[in-house]
């Protein structure tokens, strides 16, 4: 599966749609407005028209670039590094509590790393960046995660671990914009496993825990909210609305992952009780005001070497009660096209380009779940297989690349002038005012209807 945001899980998913079916409008055709030459590692996050994004220009290059979405003119850059498992710090704008829109960037210091706060809109970085909030420097010669540290939206700080002199991560730092560096003021931090959003999980008392400036504001038994409990568990979670949705299974980092055992629940963000809960299934789409959810329910296994699937369904949640509005179930010859090569289907934030039963592309509503037809000859957003990391010669380091849109044909061959499809664009593409912007593997453009 191909969508936007930059989650847990990246597979493939063919659907196959059997409700009603709405015929393509008349609509206007698509021009190229703008279009930059560069590698993207990440897709790109858009924030008040500005578009953010690591690029790479070789193998020990990482640069944070902001471009103006409705231009396409490059704001500003600043070199990067990764953390010190490969991983990019997921470029997530924050307010700095004047208001002002600001994005943590971590950066080369001497042989150490450091955080530099750069303003969204014109890279400006902050004086306090490289202090603490006692004024003293803050390098460090690694960071080995990075979370954000709370459900506030927007966020309003970082956290990450470093080594504390031992061979374990177990000091817990604070980045908060406009004040500086600090400790994490967790409890129990020996014994807690962070994971987004202010939630950790407890190896000593096997709790799920939201921690909010230091204090647990609620505590959740893990067999309390997944039916699953798995040792060695780990968990993802997303903000949608005033739940936090929380994904659990086996170890993501291990060789194989049977899909049936993956569970979502919708905790409420303020007691913590649970709201909902669905089996077998994750969030591949929050829709675009929130109100349904696009749940993919999935039978199969993902390896090293991919995804294979046995059977997928689509369900259409209400995002309060957990109630399924629609529900789109596959049949073995839609399957047979997402386990194949040049797999097309793609999750927006309120609508889905998927295959019908027949394998032609439609549309889907993520909030209704009403499908319109594509043009028969529309350029498909495939993949070609392109490599999916980038070295990092510094220290042998690969960082995993986010999968970016390639155009082919009908019938799969790759295609380098595409005139693209509204329909198609208003799926794949990154609405900036009235500009689509959309990242490929090479390089990054906006588009207009015309």
């Known amino acids: 599966m191909h969508r936007r945001s930059s989650a847990a899980v990246i597979v493939a ?31 790109p996050v858009e924030e008040s028209g500005t578009l953010l994004a690591y690029t790479t220009a070789g193998p020990d290059s990482l640069d944070v670039v902001a471009w103006d979405g409705a231009a396409g003119t490059e704001s500003w850059r600043v070199p990067s590094v990764p953390t010190s498992n490969g991983a990019v710090v997921d470029l997530e704008p924050m307010d700095d509590g004047s208001g002002r829109l600001v994005v943590p960037v971590l950066v080369a210091d001497g042989d150490d790393v450091r955080w530099s706060v750069r303003d969204v809109a014109t890279g400006e970085e902050q004086a306090w960046s490289t202090s603490s909030a006692d004024g003293s420097a803050t390098t460090w010669a690694g960071v080995y995660h990075a979370w954000s540290c709370g459900p506030d939206e927007p966020s309003a700080s970082l956290c990450f671990s470093v080594p ?92 194989t992952l049977q899909l049936e055992s993956v569970d979502t629940v919708a905790l409420d963000v303020a007691s913590g009780a649970v709201r909902w809960r669905v089996e077998g299934a994750y969030p591949c789409a929050l829709g675009g005001d929130g109100g349904v959810l ?69 549309v889907l509503d993520a909030s209704t779940g009403l499908q319109r037809t594509v043009a028969a ?12 990391s980038v070295a990092w010669t510094d220290g042998g380091l690969s960082i995993p690349m986010d999968e970016m849109a390639e155009w082919c044909g009908p019938g799969g061959a790759l295609l380098t002038d595409p005139e693209l499809d509204p329909d198609v664009l208003a799926v794949v593409g990154i609405p900036v005012g009235d500009v689509w912007a959309v990242a490929t593997t090479s390089g990054l453009a906006g588009y207009r209807l015309g």
């Open 164 to 255: 504390d002199g031992s061979e374990t991560t177990a000091e817990f730092l604070r980045l908060r914009p406009g004040h500086g560096v600090d400790v994490l003021p967790i409890p129990n931090q020996g014994t807690v496993f962070a994971t987004d959003l202010g939630l950790y999980t407890d190896q000593s008392t096997q709790t799920i825990d939201l921690v909010v400036d230091g204090q647990i504001r609620w505590s959740r038994p893990w067999a309390d909210a997944f039916d699953h409990v798995y040792s060695n568990g780990a968990l993802e979670a997303v903000r949608a609305g005033a739940s936090l949705l929380v994904t659990s299974g086996p170890a993501w980092w291990s060789s």
């Open 377 to 388: 000859d529309a350029p498909l957003p495939c993949s070609q297989g392109v490599d999916g």
């Open 13 to 43: 998913l063919a659907m196959v749609l059997t409700g009603c079916v709405i015929p393509p409008p008349q609509l206007a055709s698509t021009v190229e407005v703008w279009s930059v030459d560069d590698r993207l590692v990440t897709t």
């Open 294 to 362: 696009i749940l993919c329910e999935l039978a199969g296994a993902r390896t090293g070497a991919g995804a294979t699937y046995t059977g997928v369904a689509i369900l259409g949640i209400d995002a309060a009660t957990g109630a399924e509005t629609w529900r789109v179930d596959y049949s073995d010859a839609a399957v047979a096209i997402e386990n194949g090569d040049g797999a097309w289907s793609w999750f927006g934030e309120s609508s889905a380009l998927v295959p019908d039963a027949s394998g032609a592309p439609v």
